[in-house]
């Protein structure tokens, strides 16, 4: 297994924790719970939205820098067997990927200063278009990435 | 951490011009660097290919990041009279946009 195979997967893994994080958080400021919670989905919904802030930072960061780093061995090895098959929809999609990956790298800054204890009730609604944002890009990433690995994963 | 009263001005401003000079860069290509995978190479502006294909991207971030710290730092530094009334929604109204305007420039990925 070689350097580039490994540090997918832990760009893999830290997405899997990226995904739960502003999952729950997304979950958490559009439908939460407002009594105590028994079943599973009921808990889901009743996670305090606050506490992943932090997280969702950090965790974007690290797994933005370990896609950045990797992301020249899928140009070279993955993207031209991609353009090869002749799988534009895929190949867009990645475009994509990379594009609101960068946006919601810029986004940061002001999505933890609103999330930041302790929360200004007058800006909920700011808090949550930001979440939301990041959740959607985050989703549309995982997705995608995943798709494109399973088309060639490297090592393959 | 307890943030200066200039940091939301700064993060707003800085996420609204990312965006939109993200775009552009990428539209117009105006990296500030090239990377050439191929032979672990780094170039200084849009450069062609070397032995492969030239990598865009992170010079499109650098760009972005650059212009978008400098907006930031100057906005923060602007009277309270003239920020107090900036919207911190237009952070991510213009995402969106440019996520549409994203998704408009790839459309012949899709449309083939």
């Given at each position: 297994m070689n350097t580039t195979t490994v540090l997918l997967i832990i760009h893999g893994l830290l997405a899997v924790a990226l995904l739960g994080a502003v999952t729950h958080q997304a979950v958490s400021v559009w439908a939460p719970a407002r009594k105590p919670a028994g079943s599973f989905i009921g808990r889901v919904r009743s996670v305090p939205g606050t506490s992943y802030g932090d997280a969702v930072v950090v965790l974007y960061v690290l797994t933005f820098a370990l896609g950045a780093i990797i992301?020249?061995?899928?140009r070279i090895e993955v993207r031209t067997v991609v353009e090869q098959l002749g799988l534009w929809s895929q190949n867009g999609a990645f475009e994509l990927k990379e594009h609101f990956a960068a946006v919601g790298l810029?986004?940061?800054?002001?999505?933890?200063?609103?999330?930041?204890?302790?929360?200004?009730?007058?800006?909920?609604r700011t808090r949550a278009a930001f979440t939301t944002m990041l959740a959607?890009?985050?989703?549309?990433?995982?997705?995608?990435?995943?798709?494109?690995?399973?088309?060639?994963?490297?090592?393959? | 951490m307890t943030p200066s009263s200039r940091f939301p001005v700064f993060a707003i401003v800085f996420g609204i011009v990312f965006a939109v000079v993200y775009v552009?860069?990428?539209?117009?290509?105006?990296?500030?660097?090239?990377?050439h995978p191929a032979i672990n190479a780094f170039g200084a502006g849009v450069q062609e290919g070397k032995d492969g294909p030239a990598m865009?991207?992170?010079?499109?971030?650098?760009?972005?990041?650059?212009?978008?710290?400098?907006?930031?730092?100057?906005?923060?530094?602007?009277?309270?009279?003239?920020?107090?009334?900036l919207w911190a929604g237009w952070a991510w109204v213009v995402a969106v946009i440019v996520m549409a305007?994203?998704?408009?420039?790839?459309?012949?990925?899709?449309l083939r």
């Open positions: 992301y020249a061995d899928y810029g986004l940061l800054p002001v999505y933890w200063y609103y999330w930041r204890q302790p929360l200004a009730p007058e800006h909920a959607f890009i985050v989703w549309w990433n995982f997705l995608v990435g995943h798709v494109l690995n399973n088309i060639r994963g490297f090592g393959s | 552009i860069s990428v539209d117009r290509n105006y990296a500030l660097f090239t990377y865009y991207w992170y010079g499109w971030l650098a760009t972005s990041g650059i212009i978008a710290f400098v907006a930031g730092a100057l906005a923060s530094f602007l009277p309270g009279s003239l920020t107090r009334r305007a994203f998704a408009w420039l790839l459309r012949n990925y899709f």
